[in-house]
Structure formats: structure tokens, C-alpha cells
């Protein structure tokens, strides 16, 4: 694995004496050449989900940012070839520039769908993960990720982000309509039925939704679970916006409208013993997005004349303004890591692009760049991908890249205008 070469560390353990790490990061760092030919099928029920879960495993590697997955139009190795290492000839993959090669064969069995995925060092013929899961036949791309998490933890220690959660706006007609769907899009489900709900937050685990939604005619503050009735827990001010949960899911951070200002306000999770941490008699302060540890709170503020990002202790205190660059920046989103906040800013031609600052240097990085409006972005719950919304397609899609700017690529999601996305902050077990 030539690739992995300038940028891997052999771990000490002997246990993992022959298994190289991925470090995803670095100048020298350059995704692993990959071959991931059509999954092998052991029976008929397996047939008429592998190209369902097909779909998903590929986007999950190639959305990942560690893996280059090759085209398998350029595939000369015989389709029919086994999962076996002695019936493999990995010259043919060799051939192609594989350096590693993914195989999975899938069995429906009852209702079960399980799945065998094998990883090759194409150099050597060795083998270097075997790995069996299932899911429920009814849902392949359950399946799919679960696999798909298997190897990215083989190849860099670290869970994935392929069993998370996301949330995002979906816009039809005069409705906006709040839904949860799995990581790359799949499996969405809406929770509103009609009306203005906005601004979605997943709480940590990705079990509930806060959003602002009119239906009282009124922007107030609502929590839901899918499959649950929507319970309101603020409706104070005039309007209640950029509800989040705190990491711990104990308390909620929101912005509150009154009169010509908007303060930041702290409550616990059910709305109760509110109390405003920012205090700008003239000021706007929106967009929180609370710290990996839940002690700070990041959030935009006009206090200095336009729009900027700024952070504060979540009891008010400390506030440091942490943009400069600029006349309207917004949207700040956390990393999980806590070394950096992606926010929105409007640059000098009146385009919205995604910039990250460094929380403690104040360096500013722009990730996107000549590719329509870029905008609300979120981290994924490991750190390494962020989830945004992009024009370049035409209309309001949702995309993904690393952390880096890099490996830009829309979602699978439903197809229609999507806005607002939150990524959950931890990624569960489904």
C-alpha cells in the first residue's frame, strides 16, 4: 500500500503488528487507492438488495476522504472471481493501481441481512480484515454503513460517521417540513406535516429534533422525537430561533428576538429556568453552537458593527471575538474536535462561501471557492467531514467534504431544496 507509505503509523500493540493506521492529516496524506468490485450474491433475496446497498457502500468509502475508489470500468479481474485469497489474482488488481481490495458477498437469510466483507493488500495477497454484520433485509443501507464502519475503524481507530443522524429542512410549495434521515441522505423521515418549521438541531445521541416552527402562529421553540408528537418548550419574545442542544442533552442554547435586539439565552432541556447570557441592548446575537465540552458557547453578533463570530463562556462570561476578515459572517458550527468552528461568509462578490477559524490562533481557512453559494455548515460527529448546502447543481442541495475543503461531493439525499442540515454530534448504533 504505497499510499499509505509517508502517512501511516504502525501501532506497537502486536496485535496490530500488521495492520497500518491511517493519520488523516498531514501534507503528505493522499487517500489509498481502492478496488470495490459489485458485491458477490449467495442467493435470490440477496440479489434484489445488492444494488440498494451497493449505492450506499461506495458513497460511504468515497465520501470518507481516506479512500481513492477506483472506477470499475477500468476492472479487468474476472467478475466471478471468489472471496478467497487463492482465488483471487491480484495482478489484475495490481494492474489497475489498486493498492487495497474490498470484497463483500451478501446472503438474505429469514428476513437477515448479513453481509462477509474482506479487505487484500493487493501487493502482498494478504489478507487483512475479515468481517461479518447484519440488518434487518427490509433496510440494505443499514447493512452498507455498518460494513462501511467496520473498515474505516480498521484503517484509522476512530468510529465513522456512517451510523450518525442528520436533519435538514425540506422546502415544498409554501411548507417547510423538518426530517431525520441516515448520514448520506437515506432513509429520511419527516416529522411536520405542513406549515414554517426551521432550523433543526439533532440532540447528541440523534434522538431528538429542536426546531421553530409557526404553527401557533408564532415562531416558538419545539423538541420532537421521530415518530413522536412535537412538544413546545419555549415561546417568549418575539421570535425563537437556532435552538441546540448542550453535548450532555441537558440544556438548550437559542437565540430570543425582543424589540430591536436578540439575546443568546441558556435553558434546561424542557425550556424551564431560561436565562440570557448576552446582554446588547441594540445587538443581535444568534447562531449558537455549544463546545465539544458543553463549557462554551460560539454564536454571531453585530455588536461590532456587522455580523461577526464570537465565543463566550455558556454562562456569558469571556465573550473574545474570534472573525475579523469580512463584513457578514454567520452559521458557526463546532468541530467535535473543539479546534475549530466552520461558519458562512459573504465574501467580496456577494458570494456565501465556508471558512473555518482556528479557536485558539484566529486563523481563517476557506474550504469552498467559484462553485455557486455555499452555506450552513455542520461537522460530522468524528470531525473529519462537513455537512453543507450548495447551489453549484442548481437549486439548494446538500453536499459533504472533508474537513480540508476537499473531496466535495452532493449527498444521495431526496432530490428538491434542502436547508438548514445538523449533523448529530455522536454517532449511534442503530
Do not use: C
Not at 477559524?357 to 468524528?382: H, L, W, Y
Amino acid at each position: 500500500m504505497k499510499a499509505l507509505l509517508l502517512s501511516l503509523v504502525l501501532l506497537p500493540l502486536a496485535a496490530f503488528a500488521q495492520t497500518p493506521t491511517i493519520e488523516i492529516s498531514g501534507a503528505n496524506f493522499r487517500p489509498l487507492p481502492v478496488a470495490v468490485p459489485a458485491p458477490l450474491t449467495q442467493n435470490e433475496g440477496a440479489k434484489g438488495k445488492a444494488n440498494t446497498f451497493d449505492a450506499a457502500f461506495t458513497f460511504d468509502l468515497s465520501a470518507s476522504g481516506i479512500l481513492q475508489v477506483l472506477d470499475r470500468k477500468s476492472f479487468t479481474a474476472d467478475p466471478k472471481e471468489g472471496m478467497a485469497a487463492g482465488t483471487i489474482t491480484f495482478s489484475r488488481w495490481a494492474d489497475v493501481g489498486a493498492e487495497a481490495l474490498v470484497k463483500v458477498s451478501l446472503a438474505d437469510d429469514a428476513g437477515t441481512l448479513r453481509g462477509e466483507l474482506r479487505l487484500f493488500n493487493v501487493g502482498t495477497g494478504r489478507e487483512d480484515l475479515k468481517v461479518t454484520k447484519d440488518a434487518p433485509a427490509s433496510n440494505p443501507s443499514l447493512l452498507a454503513h455498518r460494513l462501511a464502519d467496520a473498515l474505516y475503524r480498521h484503517f484509522t481507530r476512530e468510529p465513522s460517521p456512517f451510523l450518525s443522524r442528520i436533519t435538514y429542512v425540506r422546502k415544498a410549495g409554501n411548507n417547510r417540513d423538518i426530517a431525520v434521515a441516515d448520514w448520506d441522505g437515506g432513509n429520511p423521515v419527516v416529522l411536520t406535516k405542513g406549515g414554517i418549521n426551521i432550523l433543526p438541531s439533532l440532540s447528541n445521541d440523534g434522538a431528538q429534533v429542536a426546531y421553530t416552527s409557526y404553527r401557533k402562529n408564532r415562531p416558538d421553540l419545539y423538541v420532537q422525537r421521530p415518530g413522536g408528537d412535537a412538544k413546545m418548550v419555549v415561546s417568549d419574545g418575539q421570535m425563537i430561533t437556532g435552538g441546540a442542544f448542550s453535548p450532555d442533552g441537558k440544556r438548550l442554547a437559542y437565540s430570543q428576538a425582543e424589540g430591536e435586539s436578540a439575546q443568546i439565552y441558556v435553558a434546561n432541556a424542557d425550556g424551564s429556568g431560561a436565562k440570557a447570557v448576552t446582554d446588547t441592548p441594540y445587538g443581535l446575537n444568534t447562531s449558537p453552537s455549544w463546545s465539544p465540552d458543553g463549557k462554551r458557547i460560539a454564536f454571531v453578533s453585530n455588536r461590532g458593527g456587522s455580523p461577526q463570530i464570537y465565543i463566550m463562556g455558556a454562562d456569558g462570561s469571556g465573550v473574545r471575538r474570534l472573525t475579523f476578515q469580512g463584513n457578514y459572517n454567520q452559521t458557526p458550527d463546532w468541530s467535535p474536535r473543539g479546534d475549530l468552528i466552520v461558519f458562512t461568509a459573504r465574501d467580496e462578490r456577494n458570494a456565501f462561501d465556508l471558512f473555518t477559524v482556528n479557536v485558539e490562533t484566529g486563523k481563517v481557512t476557506r474550504m469552498t471557492q467559484d462553485q455557486g453559494n455555499n452555506e450552513e455548515p455542520a461537522f460530522s460527529p468524528n470531525g473529519r467531514l462537513i455537512l453543507f448546502t450548495s447551489t453549484r447543481a442548481g437549486g439548494t442541495q446538500l453536499f459533504v467534504m472533508t474537513a480540508d475543503g476537499n473531496n466535495q461531493l452532493p449527498l444521495r439525499a431526496e432530490k428538491g431544496t434542502l436547508l438548514t442540515p445538523d449533523w448529530a454530534p455522536l454517532a449511534d448504533a442503530q
